[in-house]
């Protein structure tokens, strides 16, 4: 990321402090004339903006660098993912396996997060300290449920996979990113065709 490119987050964490301190001096000044029954619902507009600038500030602070693989079935987008984590996490196959969106966030731990989703047939949870072939064996093992009953069951949700692992790309690249850059890798669902939008 380009030294213009803090300086622009430098001028919008700026902006938002001002805003901040305009809403204070704004907020003391209208309850001097509302009645109190207005009380409640100005405190509560004042805590979202408070949650809302909070979050902003902390993505200034901590941008996320996302790189997502997308295209038709068996074109090597998991191929490319594992390749990038320097370990085969990501399961892979000659015809379709890609069931799912699965989200790899940079981190010296290794934990997996298979998410509850509606009608899941299968096991969600979370599995820290993991090994790379036991992420691969449950992701495979969720990623052949959910091809398997998709037919008969076509309202079942996309099963959606969060794994937190010390990927090689960012391992050789990663002093020459900015500091509090997050990175995430997404390996999206296979297209059964150029156009395909039902995936």
């Known amino acids: ?11 919008v964490e700026n902006k938002a402090t ?3 301190s305009y809403w204070d001096n704004f907020k003391d000044e209208i309850i001097r004339h509302l009645p109190r029954s207005y009380y409640a619902e100005i405190d509560a507009l004042s805590t979202n903006l408070d ?30 993912v594992n390749f990038l984590c320097g370990a085969d996490i990501v399961p892979t196959a000659v015809s379709e396996m890609s ?10 731990e290794k934990t997996l997060i298979i998410e509850e989703t509606p009608g899941a047939l ?26 398997d009953n998709k ?15 010390p990927f090689r790309l960012l391992k050789e690249y990663e ?14 669902p296979g297209l059964s065709y ?5 995936n």
Not at 153 to 158: G, I, R, V
Request: aromatic share 10%.
């Open 122 to 147: 299968w096991e969600c949870g979370k599995w820290p300290s993991i090994p790379e072939s036991e992420i691969y064996r449950l992701l495979e093992q969720v990623m052949l449920a959910y091809i």
């Open 51 to 80: 949650t809302a600038l909070e979050i902003l500030i902390e993505e200034l602070r901590h941008p996320t660098l996302i790189l997502a693989t997308t295209g038709t079935t068996s074109s090597g987008k998991s191929t490319l």
């Open 194 to 198: 150029v156009g395909d939008e039902s």
């Open 18 to 20: 001002l805003l901040q």
């Open 151 to 165: 037919k008969d069951n076509p309202s079942l949700a996309y099963p959606k996979f969060l794994i937190y692992y």
């Open 175 to 188: 002093r020459n990113l900015p500091r509090g850059v997050r990175v995430k890798m997404l390996d999206l």
């Open 1 to 11: 990321m380009s030294q213009k490119s803090y300086e622009v987050f430098q001028k």
């Open 99 to 108: 069931a799912g969106a699965v989200t790899i966030e940079y981190s010296q």
